[in-house]
């Protein structure tokens, strides 16, 4: 029950009426008996988002689209991965010090490995944005053999450089082999669901295809790798586990990883 002791959590992002993230940790929070209420705040200019956040005493944010760069100087302090990164999608409010975490990492890192290893894995990363870079240091720390593929070279070979990795244009990914796909762009996301980022002949039988969009949750990507014999990670796996990475921040505690599971599922088959 909400009352004058429950504590304030909220995701702050433009947009963010469609974020999952309210009902995900809402979830999670009863679950654990947590006394807690998460919220969804449409933030424009990131500087007052921040002032109030100190001000009311908010314990705990998640940050998205687009502010996951521009909140990095208005915080107390950086995590190393998220200074790696770049980018900040967690914050902690530790007595009035507010602390930037990343999480995508982590939970990219953590879906991946329930079906594969990625050390000494040729693992091409198809995009290059906030997500594609979360998910490149997360993979190189794990010793994987990076290609990044981007439809803007200039960006791709970037992020390429900054992870030491190769980089290989979208008309060439034919021409190598590949280990592990991963669609880190948001092609065949709702409602342009007919999407399909790489070309369907190199998803062989015995490769790793993921894709971080979640919504559809069986993505155009998906469907054609799991028909051509490849295994599958979906979006919603890397979505719930940096959730779960968020919560077990906030809170101190495990968080309730198939509650939060169970939860976001079935919002998305609705
Ligand atoms: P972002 O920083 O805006 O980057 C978008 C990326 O998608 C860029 O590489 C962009 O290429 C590429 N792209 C966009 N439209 C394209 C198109 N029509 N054809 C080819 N490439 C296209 O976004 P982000 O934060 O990295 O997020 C990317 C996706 O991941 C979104 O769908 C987001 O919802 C999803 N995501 C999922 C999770 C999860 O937990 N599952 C977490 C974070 C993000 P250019 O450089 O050429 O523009």
């Given amino acids: 029950m909400i009352s004058s002791h429950t504590n304030t959590f909220c995701v702050i992002g433009d947009p963010v009426r469609h974020s999952l993230s309210p009902l995900m940790h809402n979830a999670a929070f009863k679950e654990t008996g947590t006394d807690g209420v998460y919220l969804a705040f449409e933030v424009k200019d990131i500087s007052a988002a921040i002032y109030g956040i100190r001000g009311l005493g908010i314990l705990g944010v998640s940050v998205t689209i687009p502010h996951k760069v521009s909140v990095i100087p208005h915080l ?8 790696q990164i770049g980018a900040v999608n967690t914050i902690v409010n ?25 050390q000494g894995k040729r693992v091409l990363i198809v995009g290059a944005g906030g997500a594609a870079r979360a998910i490149g240091f997360g993979i190189a720390e794990k010793g994987g053999i ?7 070279e200039e960006k791709g070979r970037s992020l390429a450089h900054d992870l030491q990795a190769s980089f290989c244009g979208l008309e060439d990914l034919e021409s190598k082999d590949w280990d592990i796909i991963i669609n880190a762009t948001s092609v065949g996301m709702a409602p342009k669901i007919e999407g399909c980022p790489v070309p369907e002949s ?31 990670v979906d979006g919603v796996s ?9 919560f077990e921040l906030w809170t101190g505690r495990d968080a309730p990883v198939s509650a939060m599971e169970k939860t976001v599922r079935r919002a998305l088959s609705l």
Avoid: H, W
Wanted: aromatic share 6%; proline share 2%; glycine share 8%.
């Fill in 76 to 83: 107390d302090e950086i995590d190393k991965t998220a200074r």
């Fill in 94 to 118: 530790d007595r009035g010090k507010l602390r930037g975490y990343n999480t995508d990492c982590f939970g990219a890192s953590k879906a991946l490995a329930e079906k594969t290893e990625v």
């Fill in 146 to 152: 990076i290609t990044i593929s981007n439809r803007t």
């Fill in 202 to 232: 190199i998803l062989q039988p015995g490769r790793v295809v993921m894709d971080i969009v979640y919504n559809p949750q069986e993505t155009l990507l998906l469907k054609k790798a799991a028909q051509r014999g490849c295994e599958t």
């Fill in 238 to 246: 890397m979505f719930v586990y940096q959730g779960a990475c968020q």
